[in-house]
């Protein structure tokens, strides 16, 4: 069984900062790309940012120069640091990540998500 536990939405005014968490746990036996997507009405989910596991993030044009993505593969994390937040980032914020769980076949998982609001 693998989770992934997400934390650290909330809602915040136009400009401001917020730090999203995800930690998978489960009986891992390797972790390949991490990342976050979001959701909005009327919209399909988006990349917002994805960490591979090996060569370089990517994060989405709108948010280039805004949002940061880490990821700690010895703790099995991986955060979104989001600056400058636009009305426009409201969305409810999914942790993703593609694993393989021990005995078992690689699969792709997701969070509950979690809600940023963004006020203007």
């Known amino acids: 069984q693998v989770q992934l536990l997400e934390s650290g939405g909330g809602v915040v005014q136009a400009g401001g900062s917020l730090r999203l968490s995800c930690a998978a746990s489960g009986t891992i036996s390797d972790t390949y790309d991490m990342g976050w997507y979001r959701q909005t009405p009327g919209k399909q989910r988006e990349m917002v940012a994805l960490s591979p596991a090996t060569g370089p993030s990517r994060v989405v044009e709108s948010a280039e120069g805004r949002f940061f993505i880490s990821r700690d593969d010895a703790t099995r994390t991986v955060d979104l640091q989001m600056n400058g937040l636009k009305p426009e980032d409201t969305g409810i914020y999914y942790c993703?990540?593609?694993?393989?769980?021990?005995?078992?076949?690689?699969?792709?998982?997701w969070g509950q998500g979690t809600q940023v609001t963004v006020s203007s």
């Open positions: 993703y990540a593609d694993i393989l769980v021990t005995g078992r076949r690689r699969g792709n998982y």
